[in-house]
């Protein structure tokens, strides 16, 4: 079946080191979106790539990189995390105007 | 900025009572999209509303698009217990290129 994977689903890491996520989707979709999600908030988007054209909000930190080095596979880079920064980090693809298609998303704890 | 309130808040129903939600808006809405997201899992798209009066169902779903166009339903018939979970509904607002999530709707049901 076509889907959105990300792994890890867990990811433990230590304040301040830095940490990879990553997302791939076999629907070959053109936009692949990151959000990032705290408890049971409305996910908050953090970045999205339209192809290879990459388009940051203007109140993502600059501690979250991104990379998408082909149509399948989009990286979110952590450079330095926070205990704020601990939270549920979603990836999403789209073709159709809008309707995005999310992955199962990955837990992220700082200790 | 553009928030999309979601009411009720959160919701404890009897199983097989059936549940009714809506969405506002303070801005013009081309499209509506409705998702469900569990615990622990990211959200999943149920429904897609694309034109002002537009009723579409998907099983025991149905979603309405406002005539004004600022607001959406979405209404489950004989809720059964693998419903619970949050309802998002999310759209673009007219000129906007990304997607906006409402606060959501908890839905609990009691078996």
């Known amino acids: 079946d076509a889907m959105v994977i990300q792994n890890p689903r867990y990811q433990v890491t230590q304040f301040g080191k830095p940490v990879t996520l990553s997302c791939s989707q076999t629907?070959?979709?053109?936009?692949m979106y990151w959000y990032q999600q705290k408890s049971s908030q409305a996910p908050k988007l953090l970045f999205h790539?339209?192809?290879?054209?990459?388009?940051n909000e203007a109140d993502t930190p600059d501690n979250f990189q991104s990379r998408r080095p082909n149509t399948s596979f989009c990286f979110l880079d952590i450079r330095s995390p926070g205990l704020g920064d601990a939270a549920m980090y979603l990836c999403?693809?789209?073709?159709?105007?809008?309707?995005?298609?999310f992955g199962p998303g990955t837990r992220l704890t700082v200790t | 900025g553009q928030q999309l309130n979601q009411s009720p808040q959160s919701m404890f129903i009897q199983e097989g009572e059936d549940v009714s939600m809506n969405c506002t808006s303070s801005?013009?809405?081309?499209?509506w999209l409705w998702y469900k997201q569990e615990p622990g899992e990211g959200p999943v798209l149920l429904i897609a509303?694309?034109?002002?009066?537009e009723l579409t169902s998907n099983g025991r779903l149905t979603a309405q698009f406002g005539i004004t166009r600022k607001d959406s339903f979405l209404n489950i018939s004989a809720s059964i217990p693998s419903d619970v979970g949050i309802y998002f509904c999310?759209?673009?607002?007219?000129?906007?290129?990304?997607?906006?999530f409402g606060t959501g709707t908890r839905l609990t049901v009691i078996p």
């Open positions: 999403a693809t789209s073709n159709i105007a809008y309707e995005q298609y």
């Open positions: 629907l070959n979709h053109n936009v």
């Open positions: 790539y339209y192809d290879k054209d990459f388009n």
């Open positions: 801005s013009i809405f081309n499209t």
């Open positions: 509303l694309y034109k002002a009066g």
């Open positions: 999310a759209g673009p607002p007219t000129g906007a290129n990304n997607l906006f």
